[in-house]
């Protein structure tokens, strides 16, 4: 009974190294694809889950064009000194990651499979990072505006979620409407009556030309009896 009850002590001492040693590694190398949607690292201590931190803190996201062609590269920097990071290209209108990211240097980041392919970049280490620029691919189909969102760890205890840039426009969906010159073919149209519209014209000129005539026999008649 006492070896037995030391073998149950000594599998569940293995069971919870083996949960914080997964949980340091999951941290370590990165955030794992169920942070796609939160983007909220599980970091606990002992078994007490630690809440992210305010605001946007000493973090700032940025991009290097004023609006984004379908096709381009958009270098995406995260500005600050931090060791991990989670990042995102999100429409604007519903907040679902768009386009891809280039594969960073796999001592910085390495690609999440979220929505699809690529859409996300996070941390491979612990190492402390500064300035790290990303290249995010515009998606082939305008896709509206966008916002890079981001979660940036200064450590294992402070965190921020949800930091966001700037909107960044979608050239196509953000161009003027130009109203054209009217064609040769619409003006004929406009100014030429349509079929129509002269078959209601005749009708009109033969009802009032049988009315007329009508008219005129009435007074014939008339006179007759006068």
Known sequence: MKSARVQTSLLLVAVVLAILFASSEAYENGAPVSACVTATPGHVTGETPIPPQTGDGPYNITFDVQE??????????IEGTFQGFLLQARRVSDDVPVGTFTAPNATIGKLLLCTT??????????????????TWQVP????????????VATDHDNFYVGILS???G??????PTTMGEPTTAEMTTANEPTTAAMTTANAVRLSTGFGILLLAVVISVLQLFA
Request: glycine content about 6%; aromatic content about 8%; charged content about 25%.
């Open 68 to 77: 984004y062609v379908r096709g381009d590269e958009v270098q995406v920097t």
């Open 117 to 134: 392919s690529n859409t996300t970049v996070t941390h491979t280490n612990m190492d402390e990072k500064t300035d790290q620029v990303f």
């Open 140 to 151: 082939d189909a305008g896709t509206g505006d966008v916002r890079f969102f981001a979660t």
């Open 166 to 168: 700037e909107i960044l």
């Open 170 to 175: 979608d050239s196509v969906t953000d161009a």
